[in-house]
């Protein structure tokens, strides 16, 4: 299991919620798969000024999950917990969304979905370009 991180965590040049997300109140301009126009190689050109949807979300990475070379960019997977939501019988979630065709059948996206899914949350991958959160991706491992 990896160490907590000492520090809070940063994005750094990772922008991966600003491409595979819709962002509340960029909805019309950002929608899923469309990389958000704000983006520069640089990071987000209106950080200050940010809508409230970026400026509250934060993956599973960002709040300590993982190691340094998971951050999202770099795993090709971007980790979403959700909580549990009994009144519906849903237990705690990972959704992890593919930021490449196939990213999930990477060594190390494997290990870390195998991680996830160990640590006793019902994984949920999202593939590549799907669209809608509804569906909230295929459960990993596929039952069967
Ligand atoms: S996916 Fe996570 S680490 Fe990457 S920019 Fe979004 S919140 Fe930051
Ligand atoms: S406004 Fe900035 S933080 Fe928000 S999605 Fe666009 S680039 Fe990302």
């Not at 040049?13 to 491409?19: G, H, I, K, S």
């Not at 006793?120 to 509804?134: C, D, S």
């Amino acid at each position: 299991m990896a160490s907590p991180p000492t520090a809070p965590r940063r994005c750094g040049p990772c922008q991966a919620c600003c491409t595979a997300y819709p962002i509340e109140g960029l909805l019309e301009e950002s929608p899923r798969w469309v990389p958000c126009h704000h983006r520069k190689a640089q990071g987000c050109s209106v950080y200050p000024r940010r809508p409230d949807g970026c400026a509250t979300f934060r993956c599973a990475w960002l709040d300590g999950w993982g190691s340094e070379g998971q951050r999202p960019d770099l795993l090709g997977l971007l980790v979403e917990f959700l909580p549990a939501r009994p009144r519906i019988g849903l237990g705690e979630r990972a959704i992890a969304t593919e930021l490449a065709p196939q990213a999930a059948a990477r060594g190390d996206a494997r290990e870390a979905l195998r991680t996830l899914h160990a640590a006793g949350r019902a994984v949920y991958l999202v593939p590549y370009r799907a669209r809608g959160f509804e569906t909230l991706g295929r459960p990993w491992p596929a039952p069967g």
